[in-house]
């Protein structure tokens, strides 16, 4: 049988992929706001990189799902789309699973830890995605002006993103506490 430190757990493959194919699904749409759109695939990326919590699937699931969804639905982005989304969830997933892991406020705080490094995550992987889009459509697939124009939208998806994933694995803390007490 083959064992490997640094190989994927199937339920680390199974989570990669409902939330690639969730994120491919969710870019297929979005709402029109004024001068722009606001679509739902951060929300997808940010929770499913919370709950990966392994930096190399979160990268393939955020940065080739929304690859795969431009390629149906926005063709210009997607490059942009892979490294920004790509890059996004795996720092997300890095800091919620490895910031606080040992230390003071992780034993005395276990739930504050936990949520403290998931904001962390999901806060640099908006200024990520953020950073990634502006500089994308500035010089890749649109103009400086434009990019300038699109800010506060992009601004909006990704505070979107971070609320929605915070509010969705709130209450994950309480599981992953749950079974590491189980498993000492």
Same mark, same amino acid.
């Given at each position: 049988?083959?064992?490997?430190?640094?190989?994927?757990?199937?339920?680390?493959l199974t989570l990669s992929a409902v939330f690639m194919a969730l994120t491919i699904a969710l870019s297929s749409f979005s709402i029109p706001v004024p001068g722009g759109h606001l679509y739902f695939c951060d929300a997808a990326i940010c929770t499913g990189a919370i709950l990966i919590a392994n930096p190399v699937a979160a990268f393939i699931m955020g940065?080739?799902?929304?690859?795969?969804?431009?390629?149906?639905?926005?063709? *210009?982005?997607?490059?942009?789309?892979?490294?920004? @989304?790509?890059?996004?969830?795996?720092?997300?997933?890095?800091? $919620? $699973?490895?910031?606080?892991?040992?230390?003071?406020?992780?034993?005395? @705080?276990? @739930?504050?830890?936990?949520?403290?490094?998931?904001?962390?995550?999901?806060?640099?992987?908006?200024?990520?995605?953020?950073?990634?889009?502006?500089?994308?459509?500035?010089?890749?697939?649109?103009? *400086?002006?434009?990019?300038?124009?699109?800010?506060?939208?992009?601004?909006?998806?990704?505070?979107?993103?971070?609320?929605?994933?915070?509010?969705?694995?709130?209450?994950?803390? @309480?599981?992953?506490?749950?079974?590491?007490?189980?498993?000492?």
């Amino acid at each position: 049988m083959y064992t490997s430190k640094n190989a994927i757990s199937v339920k680390t493959l199974t989570l990669s992929a409902v939330f690639m194919a969730l994120t491919i699904a969710l870019s297929s749409f979005s709402i029109p706001v004024p001068g722009g759109h606001l679509y739902f695939c951060d929300a997808a990326i940010c929770t499913g990189a919370i709950l990966i919590a392994n930096p190399v699937a979160a990268f393939i699931m955020g940065g080739f799902g929304s690859f795969l969804g431009d390629v149906f639905f926005n063709p *210009p982005s997607m490059f942009v789309s892979l490294f920004t @989304h790509g890059i996004q969830a795996a720092v997300i997933a890095f800091c $919620s $699973s490895r910031l606080f892991a040992k230390g003071k406020l992780r034993s005395d @705080h276990p @739930h504050a830890a936990i949520f403290i490094s998931q904001a962390i995550g999901v806060l640099l992987g908006a200024v990520i995605m953020v950073t990634g889009y502006t500089l994308g459509r500035a010089y890749v697939y649109a103009t *400086p002006e434009y990019a300038v124009l699109k800010l506060p939208f992009e601004i909006l998806q990704a505070l979107f993103g971070v609320v929605t994933s915070l509010a969705l694995c709130a209450p994950s803390s @309480h599981l992953r506490i749950a079974a590491r007490r189980s498993q000492a």
